[in-house]
């Protein structure tokens, strides 16, 4: 009978470090996806914006604005510029990215 305790408590402690671990890593989405946003020249910089595949596709309204070696830094593997729009290799963080934007545009 003791051991089905012992074994309930390692359970019960593998669940709450693998529930810190999930939550800890949201929060570091949240930082990374707000630094985007900054980097991109602010949330009122922003025009449109799209995901295709691993892309995130971006107008702005002023691209002078925009800190591409601060975008390298969060994981884009490539940034393309044509005219006032970037198009941002983040591979299967793009879409997620997408949603947080469109959950500050819904905020602000």
Request: a positive charge; hydrophobic letters at 45%; glycine letters at 6%.
């Amino acid at each position: 009978m003791g051991n089905i305790w012992q074994y309930l408590i390692i359970v019960i402690i593998l669940i709450i470090i693998a529930v810190a671990i999930v939550k800890s890593k949201q929060k570091d989405f949240k930082l990374e996806a707000n630094k985007l946003v900054e980097y991109l020249g602010g949330k009122d910089n922003i025009v449109s914006y799209e995901t295709n595949k691993s892309r995130f596709i971006v107008e702005l309204k002023n691209t002078k604005l925009v800190n591409k070696e601060g975008i390298q830094k969060i994981g884009a593997q490539g940034i393309v510029e044509i005219d006032n729009q970037l198009k941002i290799i983040l591979g299967e963080k793009a879409q997620k990215i997408e949603k947080f934007i469109d959950a500050l545009k819904v905020n602000s």
